[in-house]
């Protein structure tokens, strides 16, 4: 089962999964032009996700850990 079909079950059955926390919406507001582009590698979504993670100073679980120890965690130049 793909994070998506995890995220339409949840909300099918139980309503555990919010809309912003659910996989299955994480693409929803995402232009088709950069769509295409992660769809066909020109744009890495991984690299993104931890780059605004080290931003935010949380580690790989989201723990606030700090800037620079962030970057280094997700390794960010």
Known sequence: ??????????ARHEDEIHDEENPAHLFSTTWTSLLVQIANGEVDANYIARVELANRGLDKKGVWVG?????????IL
């Open 67 to 75: 800037f620079a120890k962030a970057k280094r965690i997700h390794g």
């Open 1 to 10: 089962m793909t994070p998506a079909d995890y995220g339409f079950e949840a």
